[in-house]
């Protein structure tokens, strides 16, 4: 047979992709057959291209969709990318500024234009990266969260939230981001630990010429102060209580009110109260019906309120010159260093601002009762379990979720104001000092409608100038329907035929099976389509969910592009191969991957050795001895012979690789599943099967087994590297399937995992092994054969098993002689080496000894390190597994070492 001596990925990965879309392999359609399978994609950004994170999430998803369909299922993934709200407006005005425009500039049609455009030139980027790496979508059924049948949904969901009263107006405290000019939802502004300063700046007592000292992180919001608060019970302050205060540079009066939530231990115990740009002080002004004053503008500079001084300036720079205006009029104190933690926006890391806004938001509480429910219930598992119970904390303390942002590209919200009515709601919030609304009614607000059609007149004044709120939605609330709108829900559920081809495919495939994900998106993404399954489908949307790891450098720092310390896998699949790239990230252990350029070569060598050992195999069958052997015929074949201990073995150790294969996807250990593989391939049949096999490469029993345990391990491997496991399978000289793909997974026959059969060959290889360790020891070349070894066995079968693979000892071990003594049935097999003429005694005493000074010396360092409590607490965690590792390897060295010593005596 011609099989090239090397395997090349290029050759092979763009032909068999092409080969399993064009035969229709990844398509799937509803039948009452086969039971379902189905996975939606985490739908990338439109605007992204491949990393390393979405490698290995996709390489897990694609390994699941081909185990399952090998297994009998009808399979299906469904691909698609999400339009990604700011993500997307951001490029597309990074391009629109290196020529000299703004979206404002083009206006809101002209640049939701711009972005189309965009997105259908660029936008499949990523999609054909996907199908690099050989992902087994439905490319067919690829769907976008701004397509026409997708905003339906979307507009349908929002419109029956609103008429339930679960969507509402409102005036809260939201994370602004400056930069990007919009609302954040609580999860979208991540905090981040940064040193800064606390500021103590004296308040003037009222008619009086003592003062108090506040404590802040923030001066310049110190212009929205309209309370000072102090904790009840703190004794040095309540006289205080009642009194009033003068706000520094201002001289506005602050009434100085009291409050539990205040912590005496902060600063002085006494603080300042801003509740239009704090989370705290917004609750505090509403226990104690303050009024709130903006100071900081939309974009981050200062308004009219911070004074003549201030106003225009950035809110940072607004700190430093205020600092040194108050230092000046001695109304500064002291400043301290502070750590403490600020969210940041999740898409361009500006420091958010809090700010009190007119927002949408829902009612996440009425919601979560459910969600909560089938998670402790057990409807929907977590696989680490850990991630349940972080879920189920989330879900008890969930707060609503504001869905309003104040861009341009995105799903628009249906609602519809009375431009008269509004204007004038506008003017009266024009007011410098506003009470705190939580709720706003539609009546006071202008709107008149929420629906996805215009009226024609305001029911209230008559008038006809009707507007469309300017909002648009979350990205997340489009995508919390994922799992049932990419079945073109609500359409489908609306159709009354049984016969619907979208009808039947959301009946079928929906609830889908299993959701894979990073763990930073489980708030964002997978708790909301939960809660969004069970209220618009009435079930959940998936039973499982796989929380994989993170990719990380060898120091333990996630991979990005900013850091520079990102490894591009489209890079990698160019230089080492697809197969290559996935074998690596899947078998990495733990549950955050540590991932270098070092550890692709893993993969790399794994793939070069599968395509070796598969070429040895098959240039050297002979196809009139091949017999299609069932499991059955190789039960009886192999259960009474000793003639054959080492195909009873390998056959043994694959039926227990199968079945702990299947024991393991059900679990998602992924990367136990691979290093089962790795183990089984590698050291049980590269390198002892099949160089036994070499010495009985006529035999046909010894051929058939060769060619049945590569076919099953061809089958095992497909689902993590598919391409070099597809060109080996079409060079099979006997098979039934087109391709891998679509040929039945294994079945483990228990009746052939012989414990028994196991302990006998692994007698049979024991003297090889120990002759090995004896030349590894003693700097003994291959090449040098040893002259005379002693095997005494306990009882007659051993003897004789041993004797009939004597020949195979000899040439394994590279033996002269071999001297078997038989001994009683209760001892263990033991080998004697006489090592006369191999080398100096004395001379190799003096090297051992040499090298156990020095290991024992490397051992006391490293367990040094591992006794320093700073090292445990302040090293990676890679670092510390790596030195554990050493520690390891040090010890097993030692003892090895004293062994060759004894060896000697």
């Known amino acids: 047979m011609d099989i090239p001596p090397r395997y090349n990925p290029k050759d092979v990965e763009g032909k068999w992709f092409e080969f399993w879309n064009k035969k229709g392999y990844f398509s799937a359609e509803a039948s009452t057959d086969k039971k379902p399978y189905c996975i939606v994609i985490p739908p990338p950004n439109v605007t992204g291209i491949l990393h390393m994170g979405h490698a290995l999430n996709n390489t897990i998803q694609d390994a699941l969709i081909r185990y399952k369909k090998m297994k009998g299922l009808e399979t299906l993934w469904v691909p698609g990318t999400d339009h990604a709200g700011i993500a997307t407006q951001n490029v597309v005005e990074r391009e629109l500024s290196k020529k000299g425009k703004t979206r404002h500039g083009l206006g809101r049609d002209k640049f939701i234009k711009k972005v189309w455009e965009w997105t259908e030139k660029n936008g499949g980027v990523i999609i054909e990266q996907l199908k690099k790496l050989g992902c087994s979508c439905d490319w067919k059924r690829e769907r976008f969260t701004l397509d026409a049948g997708y905003s339906k949904a979307v507009n349908e969901v929002f419109i029956s939230l609103y008429n339930e009263k679960l969507i509402y107006r409102g005036s809260y405290i939201i994370n602004w981001c400056p930069r990007c000019q919009t609302a954040l939802s609580d999860e979208e502004a991540p905090h981040k630990e940064i040193q800064g300063n606390l500021y103590y700046i004296k308040y003037p007592l009222k008619d009086s010429k003592e003062y108090v000292v506040v404590a802040t992180t923030r001066p310049e919001t110190m212009f929205g102060d309209t309370a000072l608060a102090i904790n009840p019970k703190d004794k040095r302050f309540k006289h205080l209580i009642g009194n009033y205060a003068i706000l520094p540079i201002v001289g506005r009066e602050l009434e100085i009110i009291a409050d539990d939530i205040i912590d005496p231990e902060f600063g002085t115990g006494v603080v300042k109260v801003t509740p239009f740009h704090d989370v705290c002080d917004f609750d505090i002004g509403n226990r ?406 070499k010495i009985d490469i006529q035999d046909k029993i010894t051929q058939n087994v060769l060619f049945i345990v590569l076919k099953a391990i061809l089958k095992i491997l497909h689902p993590f590297i598919p391409f070099i496991t597809e060109e080996i399978w079409q060079k099979l000289p006997i098979k039934k399937e087109d391709s891998i793909l679509m040929s039945p997974w294994p079945k483990a026959n228990k009746k052939l995992i012989n414990p028994k059969k196991k302990e006998q060959f692994e007698n049979i290889i024991k003297p090889i092994k120990e002759v090995r360790n004896f030349r590894k020891n003693h700097n003994i070349s291959a090449s040098v054969a040893i002259g005379q070894i002693f095997i005494e066995i306990p009882g007659s079968t051993l003897t004789t098993i041993i004797k009939s693979y004597s020949n195979h000892i000899k040439k394994l071990a590279k033996v002269d002689e071999i001297i078997i003594h038989k001994v009683s049935s209760a001892a263990i097999l033991k080998t004697r080496i006489t090592p006369k003429g191999l080398f100096d005694f004395d001379k190799e005493r003096v090297r051992l000894n040499k090298q156990l000074e020095k290991i024992s010396s490397e051992l006391i360092k490293v367990n040094g390190r591992l006794s320093n409590k700073k090292f445990l607490t302040q090293a990676p965690k890679a670092i510390i597994e790596q030195t554990e590792k050493k520690q390891e390897e040090f010890k097993l060295q030692i003892k090895g070492l004293e062994k060759s010593l004894e060896e000697l005596d």
């Open 288 to 693: 104690h019906k303050l009024k709130g004053i903006f100071c900081i503008n939309p974009d981050g500079t200062m308004n009219e309120n911070a004074t003549e001084n201030y106003k225009g300036i950035d809110r940072f720079e607004a700190r430093e010159s205020l600092i040194e205006d108050l230092r000046e009029r001695k109304l500064l104190e002291k400043i301290e260093p502070h750590t403490h933690s600020i969210g940041h926006c999740y898409r361009c890391h500006t420091i958010i601002e809090p700010y009190f806004s007119e927002q949408w938001f829902v009612r996440m509480k009425p919601l979560a009762i459910g969600a909560l429910e089938v998670a402790e219930k057990g409807k929907i598992k977590f696989y680490p379990k850990r991630w349940l119970g972080i879920y189920i904390n989330w879900m008890k303390n969930i707060r609503d979720w504001c869905i309003s942002r104040q861009i341009w590209w995105g799903h628009r919200i249906p609602a519809w104001y009375c431009r008269k009515c509004h204007q004038r709601y506008l003017e009266k919030r024009k007011t410098k000092e506003l009470r705190l609304p939580l709720e706003i009614s539609d009546k006071e607000t202008g709107i008149i409608h929420v629906g996805t059609e215009k009226p024609s007149i305001c029911p209230n004044c008559k008038s006809k100038d009707i507007i469309q709120d300017s909002d648009v939605l979350d990205t997340w609330f489009s995508s919390w329907l994922w799992p049932f709108a990419v079945f073109n829900w609500p359409l489908a559920s609306q159709q009354s035929t049984v016969h619907s081809p979208q009808k039947k495919d959301l009946e079928y495939f929906y609830p889908t099976s299993c959701l894979v994900t990073a763990s930073e998106i489980i708030f964002f993404w997978v708790a909301r389509m939960i809660m969004a399954g069970l209220k618009f489908m009435g079930d959940i949307p998936f039973s499982d969910v796989y929380i994989h790891g993170t990719v990380r450098d060898t120091k333990g720092r996630k991979m990005s592009k900013s850091m520079g310390n990102a490894i591009d896998p489209l890079t990698i699949i160019d230089k080492y191969g697809a197969d290559a790239l996935r074998f690596s990230l899947i078998s990495s252990p733990g549950e955050d991957l540590y991932l270098s350029e070092k550890r692709i070569e893993f993969g790399r060598n794994f793939a070069n050795k599968l395509w070796n050992a598969s070429r040895f195999i098959l240039m050297n069958l002979e196809n009139d001895k091949l017999r299609n052997f069932s499991s059955k015929d190789l039960e009886k074949l192999l259960a009474d012979s000793n003639s054959y201990s080492a195909e009873s073995w390998i056959i043994g150790e694959l039926n227990q690789l199968i079945e702990d294969v299947d024991e393991l996807f059900a679990l998602y250990r992924f990367n136990d599943i691979v290093n089962r593989l790795y183990d089984f391939f590698w050291h049980k049949f590269c390198d002892w099967y099949i160089e036994i096999a």
